[in-house]
């Protein structure tokens, strides 16, 4: 069943029912001012820090769902009737007909009742640190109508941690100001003197409120507000309590006539020294803000503003574009995978439906890996990011695992020690450097810990990535996986004997011997880029060395690492295998199998094939490939958190689907076309639209985990937007299906497709130029490319060597 449809032409997804499963969101804002919002309405913005810049309120785990929003409510004054029109906050008063669109960094939501239309455009303009609602009012009517609109939000009182726990003090804290019917929210301007949200209007107001009771009714909900019931509102200033914004304005309109009004929620920010604003004044310096609003209430500057908003997008996707068989690739790989890679370059993991803002900062290995889904998209910003995130590293190579995104430091309360870290950084860079060439960026001096005076060349991080992993193996020559690797929940060192005893997560938990073929597969991977980046800089040597630590690593995966059939996973602090034929659970795992293959491990003795048999075999379902099997089925302490999942969720067996992609390069790798594509549609959100009723998360973007075979809700989906899911399907399906793929010396063509596809085509820009790039399949054909013509020129493989800047290329390749 679905709820909604694509309109592809405007690269929307169009919610034709309000109830959906789930909130089904949106992301507003692409640069420091941020929102979410759900196909109801509901939501919240913040301005870079969705913890400590939190402008308004939303409640996670309440019910009903989804609470806190960009309401507004429409009121006929004539009878008093009201609603609102994005269905929520007034989900009894039934909508004659609801439209909600989700589109690039916007959001339109339309409805009627009652012969009255109102639809309302939220989006964030760029350069502004403010978002505007749109709406327009039209009458359908044949007679005229009184209408009154109520606008609506709840400030939050900045740090959202805070505004959710301190009520003791929170509820005395609360200042308003309300100028010119602008109302501005001034709480923690005594105390810091430099920020406040405001909340305007385009019409000139009946009235306003700023105090939540004065405007709700006391014991009310959002859903029949007093102040929209009786049509008035009573101009109440909050003092302390909980202070909310909302605007009062009365229309009356012909029939069929149309009226636009605008509201804007916007942040701002004063110097400290501002010479207006000595210290001791109590009242707001709104100098620099009251241009920014005037402006941005006018019709045209907000026409203006959403067509910016659209062309940005158009240039942003316009760098890669495929047209192939299968729609549902096309329409995720032009849009929709890429917008996601771009919203989880902003969000890191902090503000989704399921990360709350106040959680985690950025993490070290996740940063990294979603580099490579929007490093071709926004180069410049992918450099500045490695330079953030290897300015974290700690001298001995070793990584904090998060860093807090305001201060770019490491985070101490995590500390270090998941032992796959600093492995990421190496793949980080060299996507950045295949795609862009760019190798001035591995000079660029870059301090241990933000320590100044420490820095050495990125290059030199590099190296320290790479020797940690060397200066930490275990007793069977593979790497110590430390607190866990890629999978967090597998803490083999991470517990206590003493029973009754708390997990001990402190720097005695990385102390054990436990070791992981997962790192291994890694280490491969990232000693082999290394090497390539080495014989870039021409330091043969060092080149030679890391291509032989590679070939060791890989002969401690074949020695101590294969089960038989399959890659193992570890082994314990007791020295005992997991994820092998001798466990009872957990016998076969997903991550060594794609990690070590993508390191290129057993390609050559057929290990490789084995194991991906081994996986289609034991770990596939219609759903997604499940993390392990069978799933444990009690807790067991030392494994830690991964056997504190109910089996078929998260790591215990779930699909967890950031792990899925690897399988699919894997396959493509082998040159199993078939498999590769079949496992990228059973993954891909948009060929899963039809049951959205079991997959209940939004059909346009993946969601980190699918309940597994053994989970009771198989199919279901959870924590969508915000994974690593979103680049690693996207470098899967483009660079290794498609196959068309960066590399150090130029653009490689190695498609490895399903047996049914003719051909495809692609448009991509590389290092400044563009290549129009064409794939056939002769007749009958199933391997490899075997002709590239560039501008009719055949090549030597199938590398595209880099053209000049400004230059358009065409690329004929022939699988034959
Ligand atoms: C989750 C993991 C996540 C970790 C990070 C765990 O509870 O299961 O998926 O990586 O928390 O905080
Ligand atoms: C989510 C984390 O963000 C990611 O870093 C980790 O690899 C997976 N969970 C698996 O545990």
């Not at 939050?156 to 010119?180: I, K």
């Not at 430091?409 to 450097?433: C, K, M, Q, S, T």
């Not at 241990?448 to 990535?465: A, I, K, Q, T, W």
């Not at 003493?498 to 997962?518: D, L, M, W």
């Amino acid at each position: 069943m679905r709820y909604g449809h694509f309109d592809d032409d405007q690269r929307e997804y169009v919610i034709g029912q309000p109830d959906t499963p789930l909130p089904w969101i949106n992301y507003l804002g692409t640069d420091a001012y941020f929102g979410i919002v759900s196909n109801t309405g509901g939501g919240y913005s913040f301005y870079r820090d969705a913890r400590l810049r939190r402008l308004t309120r939303y409640r996670y785990n309440n019910a009903p769902l989804d609470v806190g929003g960009r309401y507004v409510y429409v009121r006929d004054d004539a009878t008093g009737d009201y609603w609102s029109p994005s269905w929520q906050p007034t989900p009894e008063r039934e909508l004659d007909d609801y439209e909600c669109r989700h589109g690039l960094s916007y959001t339109r939501i339309a409805s009627a009742r009652g012969g009255i239309r109102a639809e309302t455009l939220y989006f964030a303009p760029l350069g502004e640190t403010l978002e505007v609602w749109r709406v327009r009012v039209t009458n359908d009517r044949d007679s005229a109508a009184e209408l009154s609109l109520f606008s609506s939000i709840e400030f939050c009182l900045w740090d959202a941690q805070d505004d959710a726990t301190n009520y003791q003090r929170n509820f005395s804290t609360g200042q308003v100001e309300v100028v010119d019917g602008v109302i501005y929210h001034k709480t923690e301007y005594r105390e810091r003197r430099d920020h406040f949200a405001y909340f305007a209007c385009s019409e000139p107001l009946a009235g306003f409120d700023t105090q939540r009771e004065a405007f709700l009714g006391a014991y009310r909900g959002w859903d029949r507000p007093a102040a929209v019931e009786r049509g008035a509102a009573s101009d109440s200033i909050a003092h302390g309590w909980q202070p909310i914004g909302s605007h009062h304005v009365r229309l009356t309109l012909a029939p069929g006539e149309t009226r636009e009004v605008n509201f804007l929620l916007g942040y701002a920010e004063n110097p400290r020294d501002d010479k207006f604003d000595p210290p001791g004044s109590q009242t707001l310096n709104k100098t620099r803000v009251r241009p920014v609003i005037e402006r941005w209430l006018r019709p045209e500057t907000v026409e203006k503003g959403y067509a910016d908003l659209r062309a940005y997008w158009d240039a942003l996707l316009g760098g890669l574009r495929v047209r192939t068989p299968d729609q549902d690739t096309d329409r995720m790989v032009n849009v929709w995978n890429a917008y996601q890679c771009l919203v989880t370059f902003n969000m890191s993991r902090s503000a989704s439906g399921y990360e709350s803002g106040i959680g985690r900062g950025m993490g070290f290995r996740d940063s990294n890996q979603d580099l490579l889904g929007f490093v071709h998209m926004v180069p410049e910003r992918a450099r500045e990011r490695i330079l953030d995130i290897a300015a974290t590293q700690k001298p001995t190579g070793g990584a904090y695992h998060q860093y807090q995104p305001l201060t770019k430091r490491g985070n101490n309360d995590i500390g270090e020690g998941f032992n796959d870290d600093p492995l990421w950084l190496i793949l980080g860079v060299a996507a950045y450097l295949k795609e862009t060439g760019d190798l001035a960026l591995l000079d660029v001096p870059v301090p241990f810990d933000n320590e100044p005076g420490s820095e050495v060349p990125l290059y030199e991080h590099l190296r320290r990535s790479l020797r940690y992993t060397l200066e930490r193996l275990g007793p069977h020559g593979l790497p110590l996986i430390g607190r866990a690797d890629w999978n967090d929940c597998l803490n083999l060192n991470c517990f206590s004997d003493t029973p009754g005893e708390p997990f001990q997560t402190t720097e005695n938990a990385s102390g054990g011997v436990a070791e992981s073929v997962f790192i291994a597969g890694q280490f491969v991977l990232a000693a082999k880029e290394l090497a390539g980046i080495a014989r870039l800089l021409e330091r043969d040597g060092e080149e030679v060395f890391y291509r032989a630590a590679a070939e060791k690593m890989a002969g401690s995966i074949a020695e101590h690492g294969w089960d038989g059939a399959w890659f193992r996973r570890a082994y314990d602090f007791y020295g005992n295998v997991i994820g092998s034929g001798e466990n009872d659970e957990g016998q076969i795992f997903i991550e060594p199998q794609g990690m070590c293959i993508l390191g290129g491990v057993g390609i050559e003795d057929g290990l490789a094939q084995r194991a991906l048999d081994s996986v289609a075999e034991r770990l596939a379902t219609p759903h997604g490939i499940v993390l392990q099997q069978p799933a444990y089925s009690s807790y067991r302490i030392e494994l830690g958190e991964i056997s504190s999942y109910p089996p078929g969720y998260k790591e215990n067996a779930g699909i967890f689907c950031h792990t899925n992609p690897w399988i699919m390069i894997a396959e493509a790798i082998v040159g199993n076309g078939d498999r590769a594509f079949d496992y990228y549609r059973r993954l891909n959100p948009s060929a899963r639209e039809e049951i959205s009723e079991v997959h209940r998360c939004e059909p346009y973007v993946y969601a980190q985990m699918i309940a597994g075979k053994d989970a009771p809700t198989h199919g279901e989906a959870k924590n969508s937007w915000l994974s690593g899911t979103a680049a690693w399907n996207f470098v899967a399906i483009t660079q290794w299906i498609l196959g068309v793929r960066p590399d150090f010396d130029g653009l490689r063509i190695d498609p490895v497709l399903p047996a049914d596809w003719p051909g495809f085509e692609v448009t991509r820009s590389f290092r400044g130029a563009t290549y129009e790039i064409t794939v056939r399949r002769a007749e009958g054909a199933t391997s490899r490319v075997t002709e590239v013509l560039v501008d009719g020129v055949p090549v030597p493989g199938n590398l595209v060597p880099a053209a000049a800047p400004g230059t358009t290329v065409r690329v004929e390749a022939v699988i034959g």
